[in-house]
């Protein structure tokens, strides 16, 4: 017998994650293009500010459909 083998167990399947709205990840991919790393990262108080502002766009733009 070969302990030394790796285990071959399949892992279960997981159901695909929702496609995220295009808007919302419009946004996020903004976001992170600009704010790691920024000055305003440097401040929680900033960052707080600017991540609920973003938060608050999302909910926005989601509301015109």
């Not at 990262?41 to 500010?49: K, L, M, P, Y």
């Amino acid at each position: 017998m070969n302990d030394t083998a790796p285990s071959k167990a399949a892992a279960p399947a997981l159901a695909p994650d929702a496609p995220p709205d295009n808007r919302d990840a419009l946004v996020e991919r903004w976001w992170n293009d600009h704010f790691p790393g920024s000055p305003v990262a440097q401040s929680t108080a900033a960052w707080n500010h600017a991540f609920a502002a973003k938060e608050e766009l999302k909910r926005r733009l989601n509301q015109e459909n």
